[in-house]
């Protein structure tokens, strides 16, 4: 485990406002208890989808992330996200499994807008502590199986956990940039604009991330602490943050995005907090 953050994961609280626990720990967010009403069928739906089609043998544990279980989704603009960790390395009928999944929920409940499941081995995810582990330990929300965070270290809002999630931007800015120029419906133009505005804005926060001394993953708010540090690129990294939340077809945000604000985050991470370390 790392020796910068290595003490045993727990079901720690936020104390101060600042997604930490009192020892300086980044809190896990989320629980099934903050599921709002209305997107209480749409989990339960997911739990007994992915019981039945996985099963006890391939599945080792499922968990929910994003606004459903921070209580901060709204209905009928949020998405379902959910990460299945399998006790193997997922295959393509996994994959195909995974999407018919998503297609019956997507399909019946109006009060989401859209279905992702992520799928990894529990092995992957506990070998890399800043992709899989710190996603699973801090990110996410138990829904079946063994809770892998219990295997994994505690994480503080270090300069080292910034480099290790986010500090490789600058080689996404290539395939933004294609996919950016090959969009030519406004279903393609909504998709790339919230990924690539979600990511800027989550690499904008942990790039300020350990001066201020906390964890958020609120869209919003990452913005605005993010201006209160650059306040020259303040405006611009709201209307990402907007974007993140309600996706646009204009091609001029897009480049925006892209080719201004992307590429001077990637310099300036890299110059404050270097390149994060060559996966295999």
């Not at 980044?26 to 089609?53: K, M, N, Y």
Request: charged share 25%; glycine share 10%.
């Amino acid at each position: 485990m790392c020796s910068a953050e290595s003490e045993a994961a727990g079901h720690s609280e936020s104390v101060d406002g600042r997604g930490v626990d009192q020892d300086g720990m980044i809190a896990r967010e989320g629980g099934l208890d903050r599921v709002p009403q209305a997107f209480v069928p749409v989990v339960d739906a997911a739990r007994a989808h992915i019981s039945e089609t996985f099963g006890a043998t391939r599945l080792h544990s499922a968990y929910l992330y994003g606004s459903i279980p921070r209580g901060t989704a709204v209905p009928g603009v949020s998405d379902l996200d959910l990460l299945l960790a399998l006790r193997d390395e997922p295959t393509e009928a996994d994959r195909a499994d995974a999407k018919v999944i998503e297609a019956a929920l997507d399909r019946g409940f109006s009060q989401i807008d859209g279905v992702g499941i992520a799928l990894s081995s529990a092995r992957s995810l506990l070998a890399d502590l800043y992709d899989g582990g710190f996603f699973v330990a801090c990110l996410c929300t138990p829904l079946l199986g063994d809770d892998l965070a219990e295997r994994l270290p505690r994480y503080r809002p270090t300069s080292l956990l910034a480099r290790e999630t986010n500090g490789d931007l600058g080689l996404l800015l290539p395939s933004w940039r294609k996919r950016a120029g090959e969009a030519v419906t406004d279903g393609e133009r909504k998709a790339l604009s919230r990924s690539v505005a979600r990511r800027v804005v989550r690499t904008g926060f942990t790039l300020i991330m350990p001066r201020w001394g906390g964890w958020t993953s609120d869209l919003g708010e990452s913005a605005e602490l993010f201006g209160r540090y650059y306040p020259e690129r303040a405006a611009q990294m709201r209307i990402a943050a907007a974007v993140g939340r309600a996706p646009s077809t204009d091609p001029a945000v897009i480049d925006m995005l892209v080719d201004d604000l992307g590429p001077w985050l990637a310099a300036e991470y890299l110059a404050v907090h270097g390149e994060k370390a060559p996966r295999p």
